[in-house]
Every structure is written in C-alpha cells, then in structure tokens.
C-alpha cells in the first residue's frame, strides 16, 4: 500500500479501535484558540484534521460555529452519530485537505487546526494548504495551529520519509518544523504569535509550537 493511502487507513485503523483516541478533553491549543477568538469577535471556524473532534465539541460548547473536516470516514462518522445523539449545532464533513477547500473566498472568521499540518505532507502540499486556508479566511480572520518542533523528543527518530519526516514504530509519519518553516509557509499572513507547549505528560509528551496568524 502506498505511503499516503497507509496514513489514512491507519487513523481509521486507531479510531475504529479506540473512540477516544485523543482522549476525551479538549487540547489546551483549543483552549487557548477559543479565548483568541473570543477576544476578537469571531464566530465561524472552520477545523482541519478534526479527528474524533475532542476540540471540535469544545468550541461547539463555547458557542462557536463549527465548520470540521478529517480525511478519516470513521472519525467523521463517529462525530455525526455523536452530534445527532446530543444534538450539537455543527457541520463535519469527509474531506481530503490536498484538495480544494469546498467553500467560497473569505468565508470564515477562523482557521483552526491542532497537530493536521504536522502529518505528512511536503513543503508543495503545505504551501497549497496554507494558500487555500487563506482564501476561505476573511480579512481580519485568524488562523491557529500547532505544529510538532525540533525540540520534540521524537525529532530525527525512526524511519526518514522525507524533510524533516520521520515515520514512528506504529507507522504514524510526522513532520517536525523549525521556527524558519513556519514563517516561510506564513505568505501573506501577518505573524501574530509563535511560542512553543507541551502537550501530555512524559513518556507520551510532545512538543509544539502554537501559531497565530492573521489575514491582512
Ligand atoms: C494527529 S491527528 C489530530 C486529530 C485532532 N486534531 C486532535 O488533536 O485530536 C491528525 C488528523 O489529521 C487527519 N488528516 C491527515 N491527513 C489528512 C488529509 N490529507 N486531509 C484531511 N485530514 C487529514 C487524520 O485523519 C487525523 O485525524
């Protein structure tokens, strides 16, 4: 099976295994995402690599209007069942981020994503991504995400898949930014914030950069 189709099969391998693969609370990336928002004013996010949507609730939660998205049919099956049960106010949807975006220009107020740009995709995917993020952003929308960083104890590990790719022993292929990456993909973006966090406790930790962006 090729590298990419081997990606996707896995995450619909770990959630049909696992309902909470993430576990059950909201990352502190949402957390965090959400009073940015809230500062600001915005309502309608729009989530990348929503996974089983443990951030994508939170911000339900928070009263925010949820456009989510994950390549994984499970994990956006799992999240359908879930909304309809509880009767949550939001849209998810099956789709493959290398894509076009499904939506108009300027149409959210922000863009949200929590470990998706650190999967395995290289500098040309993630210059098309960035670039489609930016278009569906309205001016003076907001763009968050968090990236895994050299500093990660998983940095230059395992089996080499490309730039700065390293596949894990469970198969899992993970691409690790330096500061110089991020501001090289942040075109057209203003650079609001870049600052590093770790999530999980050790032996399971990873570190992050958080980043903030905005659209002029
Ligand atoms: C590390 S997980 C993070 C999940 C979720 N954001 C969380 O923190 O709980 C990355 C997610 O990105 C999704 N993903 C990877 N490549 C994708 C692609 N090309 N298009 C859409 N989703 C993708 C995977 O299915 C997976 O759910």
Known sequence: MDLPRKQRTLWDGSYASNPE???????????????????????TVLELGCGQGRDTWHMVDAGLKVTALDYSETGICQMKKRAEDL?????????DALQALPFPDNHFDAVYSH??????FDMDQLQFMFKECLRVLRPGGIHVYSVRNYNDMHYGKFEPR???????PLGFVVHFFSEEKIRSLADGYDIVNIKEFIEGAPPFNKTLYEVVLAKP
């Open 115 to 120: 470990m998706f740009f650190t999967m395995r």
């Open 21 to 43: 693969f993430f576990g059950s609370e909201p990352s502190d990336l949402a957390k965090s995402s959400i009073s940015i928002f809230k500062q600001r004013g915005l309502k």
């Open 87 to 95: 009767g949550l106010d939001c849209r998810l949807e099956v789709h």
């Open 162 to 168: 490309g730039e700065d790719t390293w596949e894990n």
